[in-house]
């Protein structure tokens, strides 16, 4: 079976844009003779203002001014990127390098012939590098936004109408920015917990826990997705006694439960420990450290867990407060999540909304996808977004990488499928390297062979996820991939392997 081209993947989208009804059609179609004013324009209405510059919102806003529209982005925090690039995805891949570099000269560097007599922690240098990284990708955007002529304005934003925003600027004035198209990119916040107060010190969020001046003894983290383990990473490794407690019968629920068990495996290896199946009864602070009641969440014996510092990380939730959308009529559901159509349009005409104010996953990249199609909608384009083909990765050591359907999804559906593995323990990179830990599933369909899931675990899953993503985008077999040349000895053979053990036999195995 040879790929699907990409004059396929263009008809599907023009056959999938065509397929709405004309109703539809003639609800959403716009002339382009309105956005046919250039940025010399004296006028003060803008073809487009993106409230959030978050990476949904400044993608958006780079897209739309790319698309010849007049647009503004107003952000709140002062510093573009949201709450991936200044206290989420990016200062904590930081972290998470930096510790796993620490660790892996104290623990590793002897067995490769490097001695060193001594490896300490220098915490002010290494929040000052993730800083760094920081401030320097923030500055990078802003530089985008001029060399694409975007108005950049900076303040807390709030509807008076379909096609009205007032911003309380950062430098204490007051400005109305006019559009004839309202994107809403304002992102999600951390989600609390009853009981439980975030003063960022000894109860933090990911946000805090960013930033602690001093190594915890005792890290108590309350949720086992993500982030949670991320940053029980980061702090294990640097030395803290890392416990995860969580509600679930299991870490991370939507991974595939065999990758699951796997993953949980290793990092038990790495001394964290987990309370599944635990609910957090309250909250002590009043001594010196933390006390968090715990039982069982089917109810039982209470036990009392001590901490320097504790972890809240039990998800997050839309970010939409102040933003006056009951003002204007825009209908949320019960989550607060804003409710879209397929061109990301709310109920109310001219306004739209895309990233963690909408259903769908909570991810950076996938509200860069909602962004750039979204805008390609207002511009009269074709845009198209496909919710079970975005990746997922947990970047921990080693990194957790998914995309399309695990195999208690295939079984769900009742899908007929067939399944290959192959353990990184075969493959002659991650030997050579001495950092096998791992494996690639691959769930095929049993009379087609086209992919319906890939995962992966291995110390750089989240870049070999990709072939994958590409892959199962345009509908490849296993036998695509199997068929492929792969360089030798990379990692990447690995996936060569399993797609391999997929529709046939593996050579290495």
Not at 359 to 379: N, S
Request: one cysteine or more; a neutral charge; charged letters at 25%.
């Amino acid at each position: 079976m040879a790929l699907a081209s990409l004059a396929r993947r263009k008809a599907y989208l023009l056959s999938r844009n065509l397929s709405n009804s004309p109703a539809d059609a003639l609800k959403y179609s716009f002339s382009l003779s309105n956005f046919s004013r250039g940025f010399a324009s004296g006028s003060e209405e803008n073809d487009v203002v993106v409230i959030g510059g978050g990476p949904g919102g400044y993608v958006a806003a780079i897209k739309a001014a790319q698309l010849g529209l007049k647009t503004t982005c107003i952000e709140k925090r002062g510093t573009l990127g949201g709450t991936c690039l200044n206290v989420g995805c990016i200062p904590s891949k930081a972290l998470l390098h930096s510790s796993h570099m620490y660790h892996e000269a104290k623990h590793s560097f002897a067995s490769h012939g490097v001695k060193l007599s001594s490896v300490e922690v220098d915490l002010a240098a290494m929040m000052a590098q993730k800083d760094k990284a920081v401030s320097n990708l923030t500055r990078g955007i802003e530089g985008l936004f001029k060399k694409n002529k975007v108005n950049y304005v900076k303040g807390y934003g709030k509807f008076i109408s379909p096609s009205e925003v007032s911003v309380d600027t950062l430098e204490g004035g007051n400005t109305v920015v006019k559009s004839k198209n309202i994107i809403i990119a304002t992102g999600s916040d951390v989600k609390s917990l009853p009981g439980i107060t975030i003063d960022e010190k000894r109860i933090v969020s990911s946000t805090g826990a960013l930033a602690l001046s001093e190594v915890p003894k005792k890290l108590i983290v309350i949720g086992a997705g993500y982030i949670g383990l991320e940053m029980g990473s980061v702090w294990g490794r640097l030395g803290s006694e890392v416990t995860v407690v969580e509600f679930a019968p299991d870490i991370v629920p939507t991974m595939d439960a065999e990758i699951r068990k796997q993953f949980q495996r290793s990092l038990e290896k790495q001394k964290m420990k987990f309370m599944l199946k635990t609910k957090v009864v309250s909250v002590d602070t009043t001594g010196n450290g933390v006390k968090l009641t715990v039982e069982p969440a089917a109810g039982g014996d209470q036990t009392i867990l001590e901490a320097d510092v504790v972890l809240v990380s039990a998800g997050r939730t839309p970010f939409t407060s102040g933003l006056g959308l009951d003002k204007i009529g825009v209908e949320t559901d019960k989550a607060g999540r804003i409710l879209v159509n397929d061109r990301f349009a709310t109920n109310v005409a001219g306004v739209y909304a895309i990233g963690d104010v909408i259903p769908g996953p909570m991810l950076a990249h996938k509200a860069e996808e909602d962004g750039v199609a979204c805008v390609e909608f207002i511009a009269g384009k074709h845009g198209h977004v496909d919710y079970d083909k975005v990746p997922g990765v947990v970047y921990t050591h080693p990194e957790v990488a998914s995309v399309g359907k695990t195999e208690e999804q295939a079984k769900e559906l009742g899908l007929n499928y067939r399944v290959g593995k192959f353990p990184f323990l075969a493959n002659s990179r991650a030997k050579a390297i001495d950092d096998a830990e791992g494996i690639v599933k691959i769930l095929a369909d049993k009379e087609t062979d086209k992919i319906l899931g890939v995962h992966i675990m291995a110390p750089n899953a989240g870049e070999l996820i990709h072939e994958a993503v590409l892959a199962i985008n345009y509908d490849a077999a296993s036998e695509d991939i199997a068929r492929v040349c792969h360089a030798h000895p990379t990692m990447s053979e690995a996936l060569k392997e399993a797609a391999m053990a997929t529709y046939d036999k593996p050579i290495h195995i």
